[in-house]
Nanobody, 125 residues
Framework: QVQLVESGGGLVQTGGSLRLSCVAS????????MAWFRQAPGNGRREFVA?????????WYSEHAKGRFTISRDNENGAVYLQMDRLFPEDTAIYYC?????????????????WGQGTQVTVSS
């Protein structure tokens, strides 16, 4: 069974950077695209961060991610990355990697059928 495994989270000070990674284990997460979502403490829903399309690398970002975060992928290895720069305490959350097998609203969590367990990102002030 294919699983997505995130890594790279941790504790960083305001203004710092982190690079998150997501790889598929147990096979290939054959998909139209992959994305990162996050869930902040006390927030019951997952918030869209960024998405990337498999065939041409087209990307989408939330307003809070634009200019600070960069999503990229390695199709050969089935991996997706999120470079996060100029982090703020408001970025503190569990970050999840997700994969989709259909077209639709890339900003919606409902489009994604496969999810990782998440990696904690904590930004101190």
């Amino acid at each position: 069974q294919v699983q997505l495994v995130e890594s790279g989270g941790g504790l960083v000070q305001t203004g710092g950077s982190l690079r998150l990674s997501c790889v598929a284990s147990g096979g290939t997460a054959d998909s139209y695209g992959m994305a990162w979502f996050r869930q902040a403490p006390g927030n019951g829903r997952r918030e869209f961060v960024a998405s990337i399309r498999k065939n041409d690398g087209a990307t989408w970002y939330s307003e809070h991610a634009k200019g600070r975060f960069t999503i990229s992928r390695d199709n050969e290895n089935g991996a997706v990355y999120l470079q996060m720069d100029r982090l703020f305490p408001e970025d503190t959350a569990i970050y999840y990697c997700a994969s989709r097998r259909s077209v639709g609203d890339v900003y919606s969590a409902a489009l994604y059928s496969l999810w990782g367990q998440g990696t904690q990102v904590t930004v101190s002030s």
